[in-house]
DNA sequence: GTCTATAGGAAGATAGAC
DNA sequence: GTCTATCTTCCTATAGAC
């Protein structure tokens, strides 16, 4: 990858998350990188492309850090309280790329459409499957699994919409909080 | 209020919710009501205007429920169950509305944009009023008021992102289930 | 209230020079 | 790789007839 690859994505990205894609225009992401709008179509080969490749880049990172997460922990509860601070630190430090990935799903069609909607259903499962064993193995209470992940996921996705850098909190210790909060409302009562 | 006129917000929700409000054209709301552009204009001030008035009439709803809901109850768990369930049918029931108040803010400015701010910073204050009182009387325990009460109404808010009528639960009992999880949450244990 | 016509500008994308 | 110039289409909004 380029590096004026790299600085388009990331001005696209500043862009898409304040004002959203379909707002933004190649000559604003253009003007800000200091290109003209065809110097620009030069690397890039859509608008849409572009946001699709944003996308992409974030779901992987997330579906990875997720994986990699869970490799060495057996217990339900360290896989629980692993994958909310995992969700809640890729939600504070990729926080642009997040809000683009849960707002401008729609913007894509076809293929595209398809394929982000299976890359978020690989990570769902991830949660999912969890979940399952932690009901299976006793640790968890609830009444339906997939309810009780759409909970604990949409709680930990939103820190996105309020979390800003410098805050009361640092993301590490939201996360923290947010581990105890979230295995408290699936924990069984011993 | 006339009736062409409920008829321009409700397509117009329509379109701004599975479009987005950038993305959706004055034609297109013209279009759909059976109307030309210039007829709408008779309605419709501007296209900023019908989605600030979109935006005002879902908050108003939502604040007005969660009043009056509160209004008779002095246990801050019933008060904080009634919150949830209040908040997830709402979410499910409006559900539009919802997605549109959630990602199209970013599409008002100046006072509009401040107008909303507000509104959604009263409708906040009932949660976390709701949150502190029960702390204080004990029955519930959390480190940081305002991160529980994030995680909480975010977790509910959620609910607009994946909920379809007619599928496995009703709003009722998603929300049946979304109270007794929201309550084990920050519940204190006895 | 609803229409046709149109002003005036901005959008995505490309052609072709350098 | 980057530019100027431009094609074509779409946009919000208004003027003025009926």
Redesign the interface.
């Known amino acids: 990858m380029e590096i004026t690859e790299d600085i388009i994505i990331k001005v696209a990205l500043r862009l898409f998350s ?6 933004t225009s190649i000559r604003d992401i253009a003007s800000e990188t200091n290109l003209t709008s065809s110097a620009l179509y030069y690397y890039v080969e859509s608008k849409k492309h572009l946001l699709l490749k944003i996308i992409e880049k974030g779901l992987n990172k997330l579906i990875m850090d997720a994986k990699n997460g869970l490799i060495h922990l057996r217990d339900p509860k360290d896989q629980l309280k692993e994958l909310i601070r995992i969700h809640v630190i890729n939600h504070g430090q990729e926080q642009l790329a997040a809000l683009v990935i ?2 401008e799903y ?2 894509l069609d076809g293929e595209d459409r398809q394929k982000i909607r299976d890359m978020r259903r690989e990570y769902e499962e991830i949660w999912l499957e969890v979940l399952r064993q932690g009901k299976n193995e006793g640790v968890f209470t ?3 699994v997939r ?2 992940t ?6 930990c ?3 996105a ?2 979390y800003v850098e410098g805050g ?2 640092t993301i590490e210790e ?1 996360a923290n ?2 581990k ?3 295995y ?4 069984s ?1 011993k």
């Open positions: 304040k004002k959203g894609y379909a707002a849960d707002t729609r913007s609830y009444e339906d309810l009780a759409y909970a604990l996921m949409e709680m996705t939103g820190v919409h309020w009361r909190f939201i909080q947010y105890e909060l979230g408290r409302m699936v924990a009562l």
